[in-house]
């Protein structure tokens, strides 16, 4: 057991039962406790397989390829709409995790059997980057550097999100809004 999830677990208020239920799952998988983007990471042979995330309505257990798995239960659900790999199972009460036992260490033995065989997620190509990001990361060299170091997923939140606005002001506005945050290392919806 991590200390830094132990001290998460002490300070996740209204969550700590279902964290600590679905920490308890993760780990009687076998699974490696890590502390990995603030939150609780349990990984397999240095592959992480599920994250445990709070939000505000609902928590989460994560699955990293939850793309891969079969389902079915049918629980499993996209956490946003450009989203490839990633899928949650989504948890608002401890008898949620209690009633999913079973099924939540079956997808995790499914999860594991995937990375074991080598089972890989087709990704789309990368979003092209609109001609007003090409300019700024141009003008400052120090912007291509963050964005560059930003995982590929955050790359791409950010391109789709460049992007989307038909006209050239509204995609200027956007990238300048969101210049601190890709400076800090940090995605879109951190």
Not at 24 to 44: H, Q, R, V
Request: proline share 6%; hydrophobic share 40%; charged share 25%.
């Amino acid at each position: 057991m991590n200390t830094k999830v132990d001290a998460y677990v002490a300070q996740s208020g209204k969550w700590r039962e279902v964290i600590e239920q679905l920490r308890s799952i993760a780990l009687d998988c076998g699974l490696a406790e890590e502390f990995k983007w603030g939150k609780p990471c349990y990984a397999f042979e240095g592959t992480n397989i599920v994250v445990i995330q709070g939000f505000k309505a609902y928590c989460a257990l994560l699955f990293m390829k939850g793309y891969l798995l079969t389902d079915p239960e049918n629980v499993l659900v996209k956490t946003g709409e450009n989203t490839k790999v990633g899928r949650q199972i989504r948890f608002e009460t401890p008898e949620d995790v209690i009633g999913l036992g079973p099924v939540l260490k079956a997808y995790i033995r499914e999860a594991i059997a995937a990375e074991q065989s080598g089972l890989k997620v087709e990704i789309d190509k990368m979003p092209s980057i609109p001609p007003e990001f090409l300019e700024k990361l141009d003008e400052i060299p120090a912007l291509e550097k963050a964005f560059s170091a930003l995982t590929p997923g955050r790359q791409r939140a950010y391109l789709i999100h460049f992007s989307a606005p038909k006209q050239s002001t509204t995609r200027e506005g956007r990238i300048e809004k969101h210049i601190p945050h890709i400076m800090n290392g940090k995605g879109l919806n951190d």
